[in-house]
Structures are given as C-alpha cells and as structure tokens.
C-alpha cells in the first residue's frame, strides 16, 4: 500500500542523497552509525507526505561539527541560506530547485524536504 503513494519515490530519493551526503564525510557517518534517526511521515493531502527526520545530539559542540561537516561535503552546486525562525536558525540546502532543511533545538537535529513541517516543529521542542 505504502508503494503506492504518489511521493514515495521522492522520499527513496532524498534517503539516497542523504546516505550520499553521509558517506563522504566520516564524522557524519561515524554520528549517523551511532546514534538513532527517527523518521516521522506527515499527510499533507493528495496520497501526498513529507518526511521530518530527528536525531538527539547531545551537545552545541557535536551539533556545530555536524553542521560543518555538512557544508565540507556539498560541492559548488549547493546553495546554502540560513533564517531565523522563532529563536531558532533554519539552515536551506538548494540544488537544482529542490530544497532540504535542518535545525538543531533543544539537543534535537530536526529535518526535512519542507519548510512549513521544520517551521511547525521547531517551536515544539
């Protein structure tokens, strides 16, 4: 049934290009091989959903090496933006026209392919 949804193979995508992303950088794929992903499915209508990706990191020092670590693994074809969002930074990857977004909160790295899920859960934790 899930196969069937109009977006899945969007969402298999965006998990290769994470694991691509992961890959080329070993701190983040010694982080992503040691501490849980919890990937949550949201309907926003039409057989439609977004993903919204969340990791506990324990400290500002390990979230900032992620954060570097992220910019060190996108070439030159990657855009990255960041905003301000209710007390919180909002980081933009785009490439191609298609966006990924990601925040760190309260000991909690947040993710996702869109804006308005991240914006929604932000103030949350």
Do not use: C
């Amino acid at each position: 049934k899930l196969i069937q949804l109009a977006n899945v193979n969007d969402f298999n995508d965006q998990l290769l290009g994470i694991d691509s992303l992961i890959e080329k950088n070993e701190k983040l794929l010694q982080l992503f091989t040691k501490t849980p992903l919890l990937i949550s499915l949201h309907d926003v209508g039409n057989n439609e959903f977004h993903p919204l990706y969340i990791m506990p990191i324990g400290s500002r020092f390990e979230i900032n090496q992620i954060f570097k670590a992220i910019e060190a693994s996108i070439d030159t074809t990657y855009t990255i933006s960041t905003e301000r969002y209710n007390q919180a930074k909002l980081f933009k990857i785009t490439k191609s026209g298609k966006s990924f977004f990601y925040s760190y909160q309260n000991g909690l790295f947040l993710s996702s392919n869109s804006e308005i899920l991240l914006e929604d859960f932000v103030p949350l934790f």
